[in-house]
């Protein structure tokens, strides 16, 4: 297997892995936190086995992804 063939099965589990993690959200917005330097409403939650925090909020018809970030990167220089 060549390094491209890896990198894009690679690329496309993180994919799925954050997809299914947004359904999760979806149906659970309450598992996000407030984040206290930001503006009310905006939830966080880390993504366990990639160094990412997605941003998110809540809409009566499920969710908003706001921003995805990396988890060493400050939220409010980026919200």
Not at 42 to 51: G, L
Request: aromatic fraction near 12%; charge should be positive; include cysteine.
């Amino acid at each position: 297997m060549s390094e491209r063939q890896y990198g894009t099965s690679h690329a496309l589990r993180v994919l799925q892995h954050l997809n299914d993690l947004f359904g999760l959200l979806e149906r659970f917005p309450e598992m996000g936190r407030q984040h206290p330097k930001l503006r009310r409403g905006i939830r966080y939650f880390p993504v366990r086995i990639y160094p990412f925090v997605v941003f998110f909020c809540r809409q009566p018809s499920g969710i908003r992804i706001v921003r995805l970030l990396h988890d060493r990167m400050r939220a409010e220089d980026h919200l």
